[in-house]
């Protein structure tokens, strides 16, 4: 079982810049492709970014989130810049071994954290 936990969220204005943690327990972290979700109120659970042997990115999210890994640390980022209102959301991450569909399908995942509350103000 691999619990995750996610820290970093907050409020924040926009053009402003927020860096989310998610930091797993296990001991094959550096094994697990990790993703991040998001999902606004009324609103399905949607991709923003994942990692595994490389990076991939929503469109909405390109060129102003980054997403990186320390497996020292167990510990997966994802650094946020230029945040714009609408990327207020709940933030989650997640984690898989042997992804069966692609890394943007929530589907994909076996293990989620509990979220983290991002809130950027126009």
């Known amino acids: 079982q691999v619990q995750l936990v996610e820290s970093g969220g907050g409020l924040v204005q926009a053009g402003g810049s927020l860096r989310l943690a998610c930091t797993a327990s296990g001991r094959t972290f550096s094994s697990y492709a990790m993703g991040w979700f998001r999902q606004a109120p009324g609103k399905e659970r949607r991709f923003v970014s994942a990692i595994s042997r490389t990076t991939y990115y929503a469109d909405s999210v390109k060129g102003r989130f980054t997403i990186s890994r320390d497996n020292a640390k167990n510990t997966v980022y994802l650094q946020m810049n230029s945040l714009k209102p609408e990327d207020t959301a709940v933030y989650y991450c997640?984690?898989?071994?042997?992804?069966?569909?692609?890394?943007?399908?929530?589907?994909?995942?076996?293990?989620w954290g509990q979220g983290t509350q991002v809130t950027v103000s126009s």
């Open positions: 997640a984690a898989v071994t042997s992804p069966a569909y692609g890394l943007a399908s929530p589907s994909t995942y076996s293990y």
